[in-house]
């Protein structure tokens, strides 16, 4: 699957941003889905992943209560809202797709697509 990413931008601390990743190619609703970062110097983590049919959503400690994930399949699109953002959230955010269908996303393992990435950056 081919992920697209957008939606990333400049944002005062405790505002809120929407990201957005469109995917093409195959089945997309057989896929569960991520969103990671990846802060200058540091490793790509993982933020937040959904299942295939959108029924389990799982967060990173850090956004939890902060971030939600969502996905429309109709639309073969995953979003992430993020509210009450801060300057430790500046990242390039990057969605990914499991290698294999109707398996969870847990981390870095395991995704075979990534999107382009997006760049949010939190002003103090």
């Known amino acids: 699957v081919l992920l697209q990413a957008s939606g990333g931008g400049l944002v005062q601390a405790g505002g809120s941003l929407r990201l957005s990743c469109v995917a093409s190619g195959r089945t997309f609703s057989s896929y569960a889905l991520g969103w990671f970062r990846q802060a200058p110097g540091k490793e790509r983590e993982f933020v937040a992943s959904i299942l295939w049919s959108g029924g389990r959503t799982v967060y990173a400690d850090s956004v939890k209560g902060r971030f939600t994930i969502s996905r429309d399949n109709a639309n073969r699109a995953v979003y992430l809202q993020m509210n009450s953002l801060k300057p430790d959230d500046t990242a390039i955010y990057y969605c990914?797709?499991?290698?294999?269908?109707?398996?969870?996303?847990?981390?870095?393992?395991?995704?075979?697509?990534w999107g382009q990435g997006t760049q949010v950056t939190v002003s103090s």
């Open positions: 990914g797709a499991h290698t294999i269908p109707y398996t969870e996303v847990t981390g870095i393992d395991g995704i075979g697509s």
